[in-house]
Each structure stands twice: as C-alpha cells, then as structure tokens.
Nanobody
C-alpha cells in the first residue's frame, strides 16, 4: 500500500519559516514527480510546487522566491522549505506523487497556520 506521510506543519508568525517533509513508501520514489499542493479555508486545492524525477522544479507564482522544494531519493522524502510566510499561506498542505495518470497518490495533509 502506497503511503505519503507529511510532517512539519504548525503555527508560525508572519515572516517565519517552516519546513515540511513528506516520506513516501511502497513506490519507486526516484521515478515519480513529487509535489506540494495546498487548500485554504473555503478554497480549492492549488499547486504550490513540483520537482520531477530529474530534479526540475516548478513553482506557483505566489510562492516564487519564498518556498523551495527539494527531494532526497535515498530517503524517499520530498521537502518544502517555506520562508517569509504570510497569513494567506494558511492552508492544509498535501504531498503528491505522480508517475502516470493511474499512479497518482496523495498524503493526508498537514496544517500550516500563519498568524500572530
């Protein structure tokens, strides 16, 4: 059974930083494009960032220059370093692993709250 387990969320003040992790199991991690998505209150889920199996990255405009996605294939883990956090970054952050349209998996999410 494929598992994606996110960790690292929490409460942080505006301007602060958090590092999310997503540990994957039961997939050939190195083949997958890994991504982070988020869903804020009363909003649709949206792309935050992705990293391909070759290490190419893509970011939503609203996080460019603030967030960094990275992966460690030896640890089957993808990270999201979030800096200069804003209240509008408050959301549940979800990890995604995609190889094909069929091989597309989601974690359960981790809550990030940015508030003073």
């Amino acid at each position: 059974q494929v598992q994606l387990v996110e960790s690292g969320g929490g409460l942080v003040q505006p301007g602060g930083s958090l590092r999310l992790s997503c540990a994957a199991s039961n997939i050939t991690f190195s083949l997958y494009t890994m991504g982070w998505y988020r869903q804020g209150p009363e909003k649709q889920r949206e792309l935050v960032a992705t990293v391909t199996n070759r290490g190419s990255t893509n970011y939503a405009d609203f996080v460019k220059g603030r967030f960094i996605i990275s992966r460690d294939n030896a640890k089957n883990t993808v990270y999201l370093q979030m800096n200069s956090l804003k209240p509008e970054d408050t959301a549940v952050y979800y990890c995604n692993a995609q190889f094909t349209a069929f091989h597309n998996y989601w974690g359960r999410g981790t809550q990030v709250t940015v508030s003073s």
